[in-house]
């Protein structure tokens, strides 16, 4: 299979910004767009049942569709992204939400996307993701994935924690502070981006490991490294989570220990052909506005 190329273009397989059924008629119009195009539409269940529509259960969308949409912002898409992971459907996001970073294409652009997607002008980007687990000291076992990151931090705002981190199996550092990301190139502009992470190009295969407010007067840098390097965390003391692209949360108590690997196949996010990376830098963060 050509990873990047689309196997076919009939039908896509669209999930809805939670909590916002006012998104109903936007919905309905590119559902329009898309079907006078000659492409099958399929909404996931609970975005069906959130505007009043009956819909596809999720497993049987991803597995039946060329291509899946999120509609909304960028949380949306990720969640799509890790949901979907395992069909590995190239996901595209429309922007119904606010920043729309990843989700890059707007919704007067709809029309002419499609134009262009008909005329292989298209791209898409392999961007790679974290496959992790979290052993408990019971002996269960968790698994996740995630496009942006994941953060070991306290559930109790103002509550410090204690990370201990090893790379390659070598004990490597202990984070005292508010916690620890571990960002992909994906979400080095986000939450990685506000810790004072540095901004890794979405294409680079690493991994980024930042502190968020560490209380010490040795800097604590970000470091980046490999992507094919095991990261092991665990924590002392402090009650702690990890969560997941911001969204799913895991208690880590002490004697648990997460692992941090790169996943075995990229996601796929479909894009304009002319996206430009520098350019959503400038327009969406402002890199280099001197008004900002
Ligand atoms: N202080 C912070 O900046 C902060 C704090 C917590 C979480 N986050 C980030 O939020 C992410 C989850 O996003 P959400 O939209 O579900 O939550 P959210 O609604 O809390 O929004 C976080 C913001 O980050 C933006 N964002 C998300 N991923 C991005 C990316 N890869 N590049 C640039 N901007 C991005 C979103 O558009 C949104 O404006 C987490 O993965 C984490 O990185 C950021
Ligand atoms: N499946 C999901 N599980 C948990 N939270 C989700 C899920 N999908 C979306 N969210 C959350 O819903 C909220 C709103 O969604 P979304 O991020 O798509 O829109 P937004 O905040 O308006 O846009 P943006 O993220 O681009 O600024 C976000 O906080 C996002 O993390």
Same mark, same amino acid.
């Given at each position: 299979?050509?990873?990047?190329?689309?196997?076919?273009? $009939?039908?896509?397989?669209?999930?809805?910004?939670?909590?916002?059924? $006012?998104?109903?008629?936007?919905?309905?119009?590119?559902?329009?767009?898309?079907?006078?195009?000659?492409? =099958? #539409?399929?909404?996931?269940? =609970?975005?069906?049942?959130?505007?009043?529509?009956?819909?596809?259960?999720?497993?049987?969308?991803?597995?039946?569709?060329?291509?899946? !949409?999120?509609?909304?912002?960028?949380?949306?898409?990720?969640?799509?992204? =890790?949901?979907?992971?395992? %069909?590995?459907?190239?996901?595209?996001?429309?922007?119904?939400?606010?920043?729309?970073?990843?989700?890059? #294409?707007?919704?007067?652009? #709809?029309?002419?996307?499609?134009?262009?997607?008909?005329?292989?002008?298209?791209?898409?980007?392999?961007?790679?993701?974290?496959?992790?687990?979290?052993?408990?000291?019971?002996?269960?076992? !968790?698994?996740?994935?995630?496009?942006?990151?994941?953060?070991?931090?306290?559930?109790?705002?103002?509550?410090?924690?204690? !990370?201990?981190?090893?790379?390659?199996?070598?004990?490597?550092? *202990?984070? =005292?502070?508010?916690?620890?990301?571990?960002?992909?190139? *994906?979400?080095?502009?986000?939450?990685?981006?506000?810790?004072?992470?540095?901004?890794?190009?979405?294409?680079?295969?690493?991994?980024?490991?930042?502190? #968020?407010?560490?209380?010490?007067?040795?800097?604590?840098?970000?470091? !980046?490294?490999?992507?094919?390097?095991?990261?092991?965390?665990?924590?002392?003391?402090?009650?702690?989570?990890?969560?997941?692209?911001?969204? $799913?949360?895991? $208690?880590?108590?002490?004697?648990?220990?997460?692992?941090?690997?790169?996943?075995?196949?990229?996601?796929?996010?479909?894009?304009?052909?002319?996206?430009?990376?520098?350019?959503?830098?400038?327009?969406?963060?402002? %890199?280099?506005?001197?008004? %900002?």
């Amino acid at each position: 299979m050509n990873k990047d190329r689309l196997q076919k273009i $009939e039908s896509a397989g669209f999930v809805l910004k939670p909590d916002s059924p $006012e998104i109903k008629p936007i919905f309905q119009e590119i559902r329009k767009l898309f079907e006078e195009r000659g492409i =099958r #539409v399929a909404l996931a269940e =609970r975005s069906a049942a959130m505007i009043g529509e009956r819909g596809t259960p999720f497993e049987k969308m991803c597995e039946e569709s060329d291509f899946l !949409v999120s509609l909304g912002g960028d949380g949306t898409l990720l969640s799509l992204v =890790r949901r979907s992971y395992p %069909w590995h459907k190239p996901v595209v996001g429309i922007n119904a939400g606010n920043l729309g970073f990843l989700a890059d #294409v707007t919704i007067e652009e #709809v029309p002419i996307f499609l134009d262009q997607l008909f005329d292989g002008r298209y791209r898409i980007d392999c961007r790679l993701m974290i496959a992790g687990h979290i052993e408990k000291a019971s002996g269960a076992k !968790v698994e996740f994935f995630a496009l942006n990151d994941v953060v070991v931090s306290s559930p109790i705002p103002s509550k410090m924690v204690i !990370v201990n981190a090893s790379i390659e199996e070598e004990r490597f550092n *202990t984070y =005292r502070g508010d916690g620890l990301i571990i960002s992909t190139p *994906t979400g080095s502009t986000a939450y990685n981006l506000a810790a004072g992470g540095p901004v890794v190009y979405p294409l680079t295969r690493a991994f980024i490991l930042t502190p #968020v407010l560490a209380h010490s007067l040795t800097n604590q840098r970000p470091l !980046v490294v490999p992507a094919d390097f095991a990261i092991e965390l665990d924590t002392e003391k402090y009650e702690a989570i990890a969560t997941i692209d911001g969204q $799913e949360r895991y $208690e880590i108590e002490e004697g648990d220990r997460v692992f941090i690997s790169v996943a075995k196949e990229d996601a796929r996010l479909l894009h304009r052909q002319e996206r430009n990376y520098f350019s959503v830098l400038r327009d969406k963060l402002h %890199w280099g506005d001197r008004n %900002w």
